[in-house]
């Protein structure tokens, strides 16, 4: 058996970053309680080794019950957060750390930048997205701001054919178009279309991190190249999922896995394997996945 790795797989920059950040937090503030808002990354696998040092979680529900008198550590993961949320936490005292992608906070301030000159703010990704909801929530933090969710094309032609019903303004209104950072690059340009075709003028920003294209362009390389291509990552990670679904319609044998005993026995039997990696994906996961096919292969 033959195994190739993508050229570009794996941790991406504001991932690795993350995940520093909570390691320092745990030997750092031992004498506190430490959690992140929300999963800190999109990974079951990489998060179980600062479980058991006792890294949590909570979510916006937790806050109210927040003893101000003895707050605790509280990491904004990379996706980031509202301005909505980080005013909850600072009124219970938290003592934040924030390790939000800086890619993610330069959307941020462009959401808020543009929702306070007056734009209408039209946003590309997953709507239940923890990036996404911080995105929007900057946009919306503005006086009058106003942030519109769309998904994919079809989400886009329903916005401006249902305007009124919408309330967007499409006539007189000034349109700006980001998207997520993991977005999808083929999805954003349609979507741009869209808007282009109902607005020339809408403020177009292809906000996608260089990462999440080098990823899928190593991707479609690696599957010119094998019989089949093993996509490693979380199963709720929206890189990792647009990753398989790139190695599905590219690839003639494609699977998506958190783990190497996930790896189906049919590819142990396939001449040449790929893998790649999602950017929450740890390098000794892939390396063990690597290391399960060479030993059965």
Same mark, same amino acid.
């Given at each position: 058996?033959?195994?190739?790795?993508?050229?570009?797989?794996?941790?991406?920059?504001?991932?690795?970053?993350?995940?520093?950040?909570?390691?320092?937090?745990?030997?750092?503030?031992?004498?506190?309680?430490?959690?992140?808002?929300?999963?800190?990354?999109?990974?079951?696998?990489?998060?179980?080794?600062?479980?058991?040092?006792?890294?949590?979680?909570?979510?916006?529900?937790?806050?109210?019950?927040?003893?101000?008198?003895?707050?605790?550590?509280?990491?904004?993961?990379?996706?980031?957060?509202?301005?909505?949320?980080?005013?909850?936490?600072?009124?219970?005292?938290?003592?934040?750390?924030?390790?939000?992608?800086?890619?993610?906070?330069?959307? &941020?301030?462009?959401?808020?930048?543009?929702? +306070?000159?007056?734009?209408? /703010? =039209?946003?590309? *990704?997953? !709507? #239940?997205?923890?990036?996404?909801?911080?995105?929007?929530?900057?946009?919306?933090?503005?006086?009058?701001?106003?942030?519109?969710?769309?998904?994919?094309?079809?989400?886009?032609?329903?916005?401006?054919?249902?305007?009124?019903?919408?309330?967007?303004?499409?006539?007189?209104?000034?349109?700006?178009?980001?998207?997520?950072?993991?977005?999808?690059?083929?999805?954003?340009?349609?979507?741009?279309?869209?808007?282009?075709?109902?607005?020339?003028?809408?403020?177009?920003?292809?906000?996608?991190?260089?990462?999440?294209?080098?990823? &899928?362009?190593?991707?479609?390389?690696?599957? +010119?190249?094998?019989?089949? /291509? =093993?996509?490693? *990552?979380? !199963? #709720?990670?929206?890189?990792?999922?647009?990753?398989?679904?790139?190695?599905?319609?590219?690839?003639?044998?494609?699977?998506?896995?958190?783990?190497?005993?996930?790896?189906?026995?049919?590819?142990?039997?396939?001449?040449?394997?790929?893998?790649?990696?999602?950017?929450?994906?740890?390098?000794?996961?892939?390396?063990?996945?690597?290391?399960?096919?060479?030993?059965?292969?």
């Amino acid at each position: 058996m033959n195994i190739l790795r993508a050229k570009v797989l794996g941790y991406c920059m504001g991932v690795r970053r993350a995940m520093e950040t909570a390691e320092e937090c745990l030997s750092k503030y031992n004498d506190k309680k430490v959690f992140t808002f929300g999963p800190l990354i999109h990974n079951k696998e990489a998060l179980l080794p600062l479980e058991k040092k006792g890294l949590g979680i909570i979510e916006e529900k937790d806050i109210e019950s927040i003893d101000e008198k003895n707050p605790p550590v509280v990491i904004i993961r990379a996706h980031g957060i509202s301005p909505f949320i980080l005013e909850k936490l600072q009124k219970k005292n938290c003592l934040i750390v924030d390790a939000t992608c800086p890619l993610v906070v330069a959307n &941020q301030k462009k959401a808020a930048s543009y929702a +306070k000159e007056g734009y209408q /703010v =039209i946003l590309a *990704g997953d !709507k #239940n997205h923890g990036e996404v909801v911080g995105i929007a929530g900057f946009a919306e933090y503005e006086k009058s701001g106003s942030c519109f969710l769309v998904e994919n094309e079809a989400d886009a032609l329903k916005l401006i054919e249902n305007s009124s019903e919408n309330q967007i303004d499409i006539n007189e209104g000034k349109l700006i178009f980001l998207c997520q950072t993991t977005f999808s690059s083929k999805e954003f340009d349609k979507i741009a279309t869209v808007l282009q075709n109902a607005k020339p003028d809408t403020v177009i920003l292809k906000t996608i991190c260089n990462a999440t294209n080098q990823r &899928q362009e190593a991707l479609l390389d690696l599957c +010119k190249q094998v019989d089949g /291509v =093993i996509v490693v *990552g979380g !199963k #709720n990670s929206a890189n990792t999922q647009r990753l398989y679904l790139s190695a599905k319609a590219n690839c003639e044998n494609a699977c998506h896995i958190e783990n190497a005993s996930e790896i189906p026995e049919s590819f142990f039997k396939l001449e040449k394997i790929g893998i790649t990696a999602g950017a929450s994906t740890p390098d000794e996961v892939i390396e063990d996945v690597e290391k399960v096919l060479g030993a059965k292969g």
